[in-house]
């Protein structure tokens, strides 16, 4: 097991991200909730008040935490539990139905299907995304090596020089994270980066994660590897359905988890 990175007191005591009663509605278009027939579209246009071509999901009830500083924060659940939606409005990106999401400094997402750009090569994805987050062009030119050398793109091959369109799905997802991971973040929301490369570079990713904690503050990582959130995480949000089922130390929460998969 990892040794538990102890919070100092001054951290303990800044809050990075404060989620209070969040809600989170989808508003689907076009969907109906019959099977299509005239009658099932006439009884919805009568009921009053209702919209007949929007379907509201409910995909976050409620959810509250305070997050730290100096803390790293598995978010599990099964498929459809609201994960990564949670994680898209910490980062943003979702307008809460109710509730408030307050921040310390700006959280940064970074999933594995972040767009980069096919027909342009890779070292040129590398220089865009990092413009993107906000690099100089000097802190770009300083890290470019690192970030293709983390990646492991060129392992078999120049392949950084040649267009996105011809790499595997596998080392595009890992370039990605190599172009996320390359700034410090304030909090850096990491949706299922994990999941994707070989174990080496899910090692490399996993120590990458320690070092954004200790220099900057928060990391969220949506995972289904549990080893992953055992060998990364702290602590672990557990979502279902929805809501915030359990909310505490890793092991805790994880074992509580895989009794109610199965797994």
Not at 9 to 21: F, L, M, N, Y
Not at 122 to 144: I, K, P, Y
Not at 195 to 223: C, M, P, W, Y
Request: hydrophobic share 35%; glycine share 10%; charged share 25%.
């Amino acid at each position: 097991m990892k040794p538990q990175r102890q919070a100092t007191p001054a951290e303990s005591r800044t809050p990075t991200v404060i989620a209070d009663g969040v809600h989170i509605v989808y508003r689907v278009t076009g969907a109906s909730s019959g099977k299509g027939s005239a009658t099932a579209a006439l009884s919805r246009i009568m009921r009053r008040g209702e919209n007949p071509g929007v379907r509201e999901v409910h995909a976050v009830k409620g959810v509250s935490f305070t997050a730290y500083k100096g803390e790293a924060i598995g978010l599990i659940g099964t498929n459809g539990s609201g994960k990564s939606t949670l994680l898209r409005a910490v980062a943003g990106l979702l307008p809460c139905e109710q509730g408030r999401i307050y921040t310390d400094g700006q959280p940064s997402l970074m999933g594995v299907n972040a767009a980069l750009m096919d027909d342009l090569t890779g070292e040129r994805n590398v220089t865009l995304g990092c413009l993107a987050m906000g690099m100089s062009r000097e802190q770009t030119r300083e890290r470019f090596d690192d970030i293709v050398d983390f990646s492991g793109i060129n392992e078999k091959g120049d392949f950084v020089t040649l267009p996105m369109r011809t790499y595997s799905s596998g080392m595009r997802a890992r370039l990605r994270f190599s172009i996320g991971a390359a700034k410090d973040h304030d909090v850096l929301l990491i949706d299922e980066a994990l999941a994707t490369g070989d174990r080496a570079f899910q090692k490399r990713s996993e120590d990458r994660i320690r070092a954004l904690r200790a220099q900057a503050g928060t990391v969220f990582l949506v995972s289904h590897n549990n080893k992953s959130i055992r060998d990364t995480c702290d602590r672990v949000l557990w979502l279902e359905r929805g809501e915030l089922r359990m909310d505490g130390p890793t092991e805790q929460v994880l074992e509580a988890y895989e009794k109610f998969t199965g797994k």
